[in-house]
């Protein structure tokens, strides 16, 4: 991971929680949307606030069938054709992150929201 950030670090607000449950007591379950294979709702459906956190399985076990059966609400899943899932976790978070950036509007030139930009600048 510190390499995936190269010389990044200084911008990012990373939080380490040593346990699922430490996440859970730091997090509000409110701020939670999580992403699966198995989630019954489409990626584009979701609609995402600000402040809110991404939460994803691991590669190779994916996300726990308790948290995919206890929050249906909020488990989406990246729509792909065919039955052949090959995403990797990294690709999934990309995907992910910017579909709700979108959502957001933020802006590609500052990541700025559009909604927070002098009119004339804002670009949709």
Known sequence: MRRAGIDYWDHVDLWV????????????????????????????????????????????????ARIVEKHPERVFRIPMTGAVRSLNLATAVGIALYDVLKGLGYSEAAAIPLSHRHPARARS
Not at 35 to 61: K, M, Q, Y
């Open 17 to 64: 929680h040593p346990t699922w449950r430490h996440f859970r007591e730091a997090i509000a379950r409110e701020r939670c949307y999580y992403f699966s294979a198995h989630g019954s709702r489409p990626l584009w459906d979701a609609r995402i606030p600000d402040g809110s956190c991404l939460v994803f399985g691991n590669e190779t076990g994916g996300m726990p």
